[in-house]
């Protein structure tokens, strides 16, 4: 009977240290999974407000402004490259292109719209941008809003856009 207790206590003892391997065996194979993945920005939504942390997000009921009001977007870049450097600090990395496509006309493109490296000693997955457009006083009609997100330690980009009409 002693012998079961001893035997019982260990097994609970062990069960913690075998859980974390489990769980950082998975946080591996997560990562592999991710760096094979393609990029996607997953939700990608035109919102009333900048967002605040991760997941603060007001979706906006329309997608009708008014001329020179600014356009919000809120987005999450997934399965960026997140390759540890020689300093072991992991330093995600990504640039967005913005381009505007009025209905008729031609496409306005700025490069380089943002820029992000943000360096840190663990993975991060939960990222998130604020993106804000205003189209000055461009006349009223029908714009197609396009972000191409690069990642700058890969070859891997997304692309996401909405459609919009200015009154």
Do not use: C, W
């Not at 998130?128 to 396009?146: C, E, H, T, W």
Request: net charge positive; no cysteine; proline share 7%.
């Amino acid at each position: 009977m002693r012998f079961a207790r001893y035997a019982v206590a260990a097994v609970l003892m062990a069960a913690p240290s075998a859980l974390a391997q489990d769980v950082e065996s998975l946080e591996r194979q997560l990562d592999k999974a991710r760096e094979a993945a393609p990029m996607v920005i997953k939700p990608f939504i035109p919102v009333a407000r900048a967002a605040k942390y991760f997941g603060d997000y007001e979706p906006r009921p329309t997608t009708e402004y008014r001329r020179g009001e600014k356009m919000h977007f809120y987005a999450e870049p997934k399965n960026l490259s997140m390759t540890k450097g020689a300093s072991g600090m992991f330093e995600p990395a990504f640039e967005v292109d913005l381009e505007v496509k009025p209905d008729k006309g031609e496409t306005i493109r700025q490069p380089n719209f943002m820029s992000m490296r943000i360096p840190t000693r663990s993975r991060i997955q939960d990222l998130y941008l604020n993106m804000s457009v205003s189209l000055g006083q461009a006349p009223a009609g029908k714009y197609n809003i396009r972000f191409v997100v690069r990642d700058l330690n890969s070859k891997k980009s997304a692309s996401v856009s909405q459609d919009v009409t200015v009154k």
